[in-house]
């Protein structure tokens, strides 16, 4: 077995045996008879240099001189300290196996800097470059944080449907599910699809989340969360938007929006401290090539306090503001991205957490508050970005929700399972929802959330 060469800069080079193996990044020829590769094999930010000779491998000649980036090789040597600059290991080839060439005229990803535009269009190869290495690893750092910051607090992971016969948001935008031929579909006698002929016998869909399936066993069970792939057919091609993305869902009984906010608050504060921690290497690489000062904030953010205001003092705020707004600020208005990072940025300059949002711009499911105009719902905003983490309490009152689903034109039948959970042995409950990919924007200074996810889909991409 082959070493991971991160766990090769732990060591103390001191000539002891080891075997590495990955992609070739570059070689350089001495003209004393040896050459000078990188290695890379996606552990680390770093690569390993290996010294092969042509005095200790058959093969220099015919293999190793026609190495080029993109070849996969695994060397076996003495790790010994370096004596060049740059680097304070090496490894001192005493074996090396080509497991394939790489043709330098074909392949893409040489020597020269390329854009993330084209990459794009390379999402096959892209993760042997150093920004999508760098992206990979964060993503699973944040990924386990995630679940550890949730284990560690008795959170029940739980797997919601992907496949749904009902739409959360209340008006989304849905994949359609079915197996039924599109050119001719069973009709009914009124000309309509015949939903009863498809393989689920009725309109089904992608699910644009799993909060509603969350809430049934947080009401059983106590807190949960859900960490999976969600589905917007929003013909969006902004820097901020994916049609495929992974949704943090966490659900907790018992439970107030100020609860809700804390909890939000206390993932957040681990999440940055985690990625801080634990990433220096990559991050200090983001830093320099796409946001300065990233570091510093996600420092900052780490332990920043979380300031809280009404949405209605939000929008005092964005008045009083001596701000050429695109989008003009009044009460009853969705506040726009800009509005978020003038409180976040200008306004407040930490933080915030925005509550009780106007009713008529936010979802059937939200609890009602007492001056009838608002919903306990929230926002956590911070400095960049804008909006991080939705949420809300959700409406445990039988009638509200009723009257709630009417305003919105929903059908009770089609959600009568979810009206139960307010039937029988209803209780006040709260969660948010945080979009992944949008987490990992923020902590790598990415431009666009298109380079988060390995594989993006978008309008009119799906390769």
């Known amino acids: 077995m082959h070493t991971l060469i991160k766990h090769f800069f732990a060591m103390t080079p001191d000539g002891q045996t080891q075997t590495a193996a990955g992609w070739v990044r570059t070689r350089r020829d001495s003209k004393a008879g040896f050459s000078f590769i990188e290695l890379n094999d996606g552990s680390c930010f770093q690569n390993l240099q290996v010294i092969a000779s042509r005095e200790h491998l058959a093969n220099y000649d015919h293999e190793v001189r026609h190495l080029h980036p993109g070849a996969s090789i695994s060397v076996t040597g003495k790790l010994m300290p370096s004596q060049g600059g740059g680097q304070t290991h090496e490894l001192v080839a005493s074996s090396l196996t080509v497991h394939g060439f790489a043709d330098p005229e074909t392949y893409p990803l040489g020597k020269q800097r390329i854009t993330l535009e084209r990459l794009r269009e390379l999402p096959h190869l892209r993760a042997r470059t150093n920004t999508f290495g760098a992206v990979a690893r964060i993503r699973n750092l944040l990924a386990f944080q995630i679940h550890a910051f949730f284990q560690s607090r008795d959170f029940l992971y739980l797997h919601t449907p992907i496949i749904t016969a009902n739409d959360c948001e209340g008006a989304s935008a849905m994949f359609r599910v079915t197996t039924l031929d599109p050119a001719t579909p069973p009709r009914n006698p009124d000309n309509t699809v015949n939903f009863k002929a498809d393989f689920f016998t009725r309109p089904t869909s992608l699910s644009v989340s799993g909060q509603l399936e969350g809430e049934t066993y947080a009401c059983g069970l106590g807190p949960v969360y859900t960490f999976g792939p969600t589905f917007r057919a929003e013909n969006s091609n902004t820097r901020r938007h994916l049609a495929e993305f992974w949704m943090v869902e966490?659900?907790?009984?018992?439970?107030?929006?100020?609860?809700?906010?804390?909890?939000?608050?206390?993932?957040?504060?681990?999440?940055?401290?985690?990625?801080?921690?634990?990433?220096?290497?990559?991050?200090?690489?983001?830093?320099?090539?796409?946001?300065?000062?990233?570091?510093?904030?996600?420092?900052?953010?780490a332990d920043a306090k979380f300031e809280r205001m009404t949405y209605t003092q939000a929008i005092h705020a964005l008045q009083g503001a001596r701000e050429p707004f695109e989008f003009p600020v009044h009460w009853g208005m969705d506040l726009q991205s800009e509005h978020e990072r003038w409180l976040t940025e200008k306004h407040l300059k930490t933080p915030v957490i925005v509550t009780d949002y106007p009713k008529d711009i936010k979802a059937f499911y939200m609890r009602q508050n007492d001056d009838e105009k608002t919903v306990a719902a929230m926002d956590v905003l911070v400095p960049g970005v804008g909006e991080i983490i939705g949420g809300s309490q959700r409406e445990e009152r039988l009638p509200l929700l009723l009257n709630a689903m009417a305003a919105h034109k929903l059908n009770p039948d089609d959600y009568s399972w979810y009206l139960d959970l307010r039937r029988f042995g209803s209780v006040p409950h709260a969660g948010f929802g945080l979009g992944f990919e949008r987490l990992i924007q923020f902590c790598t200074g990415l431009p666009n959330i298109r380079d988060t996810i390995p594989y993006p889909r978008a309008p009119g991409l799906c390769d």
Do not use: K
């Open 250 to 301: 966490p659900e907790i009984p018992f439970a107030s929006l100020d609860d809700d906010a804390q909890l939000a608050t206390d993932m957040l504060h681990h999440l940055f401290r985690a990625v801080v921690d634990n990433a220096q290497a990559d991050l200090a690489f983001f830093d320099e090539r796409f946001e300065r000062g990233l570091v510093e904030r996600l420092a900052f953010l």
